[in-house]
């Protein structure tokens, strides 16, 4: 069996998240009375946390003065409604239950603050199943750089390449192939770049089409 764990970026790869953090963002518009950002307009930023879709929304930067507010209060308000609406998408539990009946043990490597991650995990009732979870304020860099996966990996005393790291960004590419894993990328996710020029060893369309490639594998 050459790999023995697989590690999922959370938003956009696991749980489609979009529509809380959209959402979020939607609540603070219409809060100070602006108009309204639609979710198809910002939902593909999704991946990119508070610091895009502050941009997306209120067209903030993080050298503004009134950033790192509006970031405190995003951050406050999505953690009320974390799940209200995420969910994960469709495959993916059955793709769960799949690597937990291979023997197979999986994780998740996050760019999302640590107790966030958490929490979205275990309103989900995902958490328990999750061997590792790597959050993005866990090691000294978040993604790209390799330490979250570096970090994942020896959580799981494992050694790099007997994991796969599956994202829906360029930095999750990048992280787990600079920290010597097999990188999967994935269309259905957040992809606010050209997928094709990633580098990944193998994009894929679907969980389904994961479940498969895991199945033939491993």
Known sequence: MRY???????DGTLVDTAPDLCGTIQDMQSDRGVDITPLQAMQHLSS????ALLKAGFGLEPHYPEFQAMRGEFLQRYEERIARDSAPYSGIVPLLHGLQSKGLRWGVVTNKPYYLAEKLLNELDLLQHCSVLIGGDTAEKPKPSPLPCLMAAAELRLPCDACVM???????IQAGQAAGMYSVAVRYGYIASDIQHWGADLILNSPHDLATWVNNNT
Do not use: P, T
């Open 4 to 10: 023995k764990a697989v590690l999922f970026d959370l």
């Open 48 to 51: 990119g946390g508070a610091r």
């Open 166 to 172: 599956v994202g829906d960004d360029a930095r999750d």
